[in-house]
């Protein structure tokens, strides 16, 4: 299941390559690609679909400047697309008691 996640994911980033910036004709195959291998591995068809939009609305448009030890840096496309992925997984997943 996290292989065929794993291909699915970096196949995505592949895809946007080169992007100067998010837009809706950019992200459609990495979409698609995210979103088969989430029903590849069995994901909720619904659950699929309500995680695809929300990145897709977190990344229209975006390329992002982020503070990093004091220095401003600039994300791509494909960096954006796999933050808002991750944060999304993340927000998802829920809370997790730490012991």
């Known amino acids: 299941m996290f292989d065929v ?6 196949s ?3 895809m946007l390559q080169g992007k100067a910036e998010l837009t809706e004709e950019a992200l459609q195959p990495a979409l698609r690609e995210v979103r088969t291998s989430l029903l590849q591995a069995d994901v909720d068809l619904d ?7 929300s990145v897709k609305e977190k990344s229209l448009g975006e ?7 004091g220095q401003s840096v600039k994300l791509g496309p494909q960096d954006w697309f796999v933050q ?4 999304e997984l993340v927000e998802r997943r829920g809370p997790v008691a730490v012991s």
């Open 5 to 10: 996640l794993s291909r699915g994911f970096k």
């Open 84 to 87: 808002a992925c991750y944060d």
């Open 47 to 53: 659950v699929t679909k309500a995680f695809l939009q």
């Open 12 to 14: 995505a980033t592949l």
């Open 63 to 69: 390329i992002v400047t982020l503070k990093v030890a």
